[in-house]
């Protein structure tokens, strides 16, 4: 048993440290950015959440032209899980990054309406349909609701602003 767990260790951090090579290798031989590396990883299809960290990353490379519109092109969803996670990055892109994204995301509330109605349950029984439906919902309060969208905008620089007070020792 032990060796089987020592076994999957060394497995999980091969094939972190193949994932890394390969990454620099498309940083340093095709057109990609390191934004777009961190987006693919935010919405991989992977069943852990989006890390918070690595929003944040995206967030602020989303004043930077050139980044913001690599983040925002929607790339090619094949499995609901990627929707789901590139929604979940989309709604923290809205209250942590430039005003302007509701902007250009307008155009796509027809996608997020669809969405509204998107039913999915796994093999154990759990809804993730309703996890992507009030996702969709919250999308399009953000992108319709001036005064919604506001005030998620100051929740999310008080939470930010708290967190690195906290981490500055303040």
């Known amino acids: 048993m032990m060796g089987t767990l020592w076994f999957g260790e060394i497995r ?4 972190s440290f193949i994932q890394d090579k390969y990454n620099v290798a498309r940083l340093v031989l095709t057109d990609v950015t390191e ?27 989303s004043f930077d032209t050139v980044d913001y ?3 925002v092109d929607e790339g090619e969803m094949k499995k609901w899980r990627e929707a789901y ?15 302007h994204l509701t902007h250009d995301f307008l155009y796509d509330l027809d ?10 349950v ?6 993730w349909g309703a996890q992507v439906q009030k996702k969709a919902d919250q999308i399009q309060t953000l992108l319709l609701g001036k005064e919604e969208l ?6 999310a620089l008080k939470i930010t602003s708290q967190i690195n007070g906290f981490a500055h020792g303040k």
């Open 12 to 15: 999980k951090q091969a094939s």
């Open 122 to 127: 796994d093999d154990n029984g759990f809804d």
């Open 35 to 61: 934004a777009e590396l961190l987006v693919e990883e935010v919405t991989n299809d992977d069943p852990s959440s989006p890390d918070a960290k690595t929003m944040t990353k995206i967030a602020e490379a």
């Open 111 to 120: 996608h997020f309406r669809f969405l509204s109605t998107f039913q999915y």
């Open 150 to 155: 506001r005030e998620a905008r100051l929740k």
């Open 69 to 71: 519109w690599r983040i």
């Open 85 to 99: 996670k590139a929604m979940v990055l989309l709604e923290f892109l809205l209250t942590h990054g430039p005003l």
